[in-house]
């Protein structure tokens, strides 16, 4: 069964919120109302680097569009079953997708929860684009604007986070999971969407050798590398594609002129999956 995750904490003095109908306060007094579609807006105007911050509502709709595909549906079932793994039937977890986007990967894990399961889900993003798009098919959830520099979420209150091709804050992660709380974080691998790069970059980037570091208050657990291939049979994929990713602004003119002109394109899908758990210890 999935729940609206509710121990959420003031983005201005990171006291406990409380609802009361359709707003949330702070014992302050800081109030902040729900949207219509069904989200909180948890990003102070001075958290915010730009007006309109994260992916814009084209940025949102292409991906939308491109993940409702099933393109990356493998990645999705995946996380989805590392994430139920060791939560026992009649157990309770809460689960946290920082930087959900327009959540279709908290979707995928919500319709793979077991009926004995409890779990509260929330995603976030920056983006109110992207929340938007979110809060709308999933009411069942918690769904906030806010920011991964400063989660809105009260001290060790998750059992699980993701992190699906983010921005990580490991400090962040560490203070809102449980002691024994995984997080599980998705990056792109060396031949990532390589097929795609190698047309709109005149030369592509080294591969790096090394495994990341494990962050300070983490200890790796494991590693899964997901490979797979997609076919994008149409132009409308090709631009969603191009535009649900940073590589459409890093691309040149003419890189950008050379994938507009394909009309299908086979890719490679290359992915780490990494598991690392809060150390109990840290």
Not at 128 to 144: C, E
Request: some cysteine; hydrophobic content about 45%.
């Amino acid at each position: 069964m999935i729940q609206p995750f509710d121990v959420l904490c003031c983005p201005l003095d990171a006291a406990p919120l409380q609802r009361a109908g359709a707003t949330w306060r702070c014992p302050a007094g800081h109030s902040f109302d729900i949207a219509r579609e069904g989200y909180i807006h948890l990003l102070p105007v001075q958290n915010k680097r730009s007006r309109d911050p994260g992916d814009s509502k084209e940025m949102v709709a292409a991906r939308r569009r491109f993940l409702n595909g099933g393109h990356y549906q493998p990645i999705a079932a995946a996380v989805a079953r590392m994430a139920l793994a060791a939560v026992p039937a009649g157990g309770v977890a809460a689960c946290l997708d920082a930087g959900c986007g327009e959540g279709y990967y908290l979707r995928q894990l919500a319709a793979s929860v077991p009926p004995a399961v409890r779990m509260s889900i929330i995603g976030l993003d920056i983006s109110k684009w992207a929340v938007q798009a979110a809060a709308k098919p999933q009411r069942d959830a918690t769904w906030v604007v806010g920011s991964n520099a400063n989660l809105p979420v009260l001290d060790a209150t998750l059992d699980r986070v993701l992190c699906m091709f983010g921005f990580p804050v490991y400090t962040e992660f560490a203070r809102v999971l449980k002691p024994g709380g995984v997080l599980l974080q998705v990056d792109a691998g060396a031949d990532h969407l390589r097929e795609l790069r190698e047309i709109i970059y005149p030369t592509l980037k080294a591969d790096r050798n090394t495994a990341p570091p494990t962050p300070a208050g983490f200890r790796a657990q494991s590693s899964e590398n997901l490979r797979f291939k997609v076919e994008l049979t149409t132009v409308e994929a090709i631009a969603d594609l191009l535009l649900m990713t940073p590589h459409l602004f890093r691309a040149t003119p003419e890189g950008r002129a050379r994938a507009a002109a394909l009309t299908a394109l086979s890719l490679t899908v290359d992915v780490r999956i990494a598991t690392l758990v809060r150390d109990p210890d840290a």
